[in-house]
């Protein structure tokens, strides 16, 4: 089940909210912006699926969010169970950052953790399968797969090459928990 904690972003020890009700996730990301969902149409995926499997699976949910928000392109990054070599893809996101566009996710099986660092606080949703999230363009954040990760996730783009990040340097990721 997703869940949010909610931390204030001196004291990661103590969350001052923990949820996983879809209704107060929903809220409090929207106070800040940021976009969740819990979307209906979830499809187990065959794990020989391909990316335009998982493309076809979602489009209705695709083209609706391509409608709603301008996004030009979408892809899917697929991490199988016991895949090796993924340190260093955890590692790249682990740290805070920015980029210049959205971080729009929907996740289609597994699990990964995003931390938004949103006046003052920091919100870590744990996403799962069926979850969508949306990260503003601009939202200081991280993302930790895990140190066994397992997820596929479609993602959204207005410009994929705009994708970048731009790391903050401050180093408040590493005094929150990582996602086990
Ligand atoms: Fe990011």
Known sequence: MSRLRVFTAEKPQSPLLTTTESDVIVRALAAHGAEFERVSSVLD???NASAEDVLRAYEPFITGQKAARGYKTADVVRIARG????????????SEHTHSEDESRLFAEGSGAFFLHLSGQVFELICEKGDYLRVPAGTKHWFDMGSKPFFTAVRLFTDPSGWVAQ???NN?????PKFE
């Open 45 to 47: 995926l065959s794990p």
């Open 83 to 94: 895949q090796t070599g993924t340190e260093s893809m955890r590692a790249k996101f682990l």
């Open 167 to 169: 790391f903050t340097g």
């Open 172 to 176: 408040i990721a590493s005094r929150f």
